[in-house]
Every structure is written in structure tokens, then in C-alpha cells.
């Protein structure tokens, strides 16, 4: 799960395992597996960045059998 910031201010978390695609358009999109599009105030480096450290914490704590 990472944090967003959806364009009217508001913090959600986001499934990050449902992401799709993410665009710059030039407000950032990112579109889920259920096609639902989703317009945050992040940049799509920031979100890439953030899917990654979750990832890496995720299968870390996996690997050492959590």
C-alpha cells in the first residue's frame, strides 16, 4: 500500500499491486486493473519511487518469514 495525495488535497492509500499504468498528462494519472483512473497531486517518479519502496519492504519482510 503507498500513500497519495489525491488533486483536492485529500491522503489515500492505494493498492499498489492494482496499478497499471501512471501518466503525466500533465496532472498525474494512474489508471488500476479495474480500468478506474485515479488523478493524484504526486509526480509519476514520486509514485514509482514509493511502489518500489514498497515493494522492497514487502518482499523483505517476506524473505525473512514475517
Known amino acids: 500500500m503507498i500513500?497519495?495525495?489525491r488533486l483536492n488535497g485529500k491522503p489515500f492509500v492505494l493498492n499498489a499491486d492494482r496499478i497499471l499504468y501512471?501518466?503525466?498528462t500533465p496532472d498525474t494519472v494512474i489508471t488500476l486493473d479495474s480500468k478506474e483512473r485515479?488523478?493524484?497531486k504526486e509526480r509519476p517518479n514520486d509514485v514509482i519511487e514509493r511502489v518500489i519502496d514498497y515493494y522492497r519492504l514487502t518482499r523483505t519482510f517476506a524473505a525473512i518469514g514475517g
Open 3 to 5: 500513500k497519495l495525495t
Open 22 to 24: 501512471v501518466e503525466e
Open 38 to 40: 485515479v488523478i493524484i
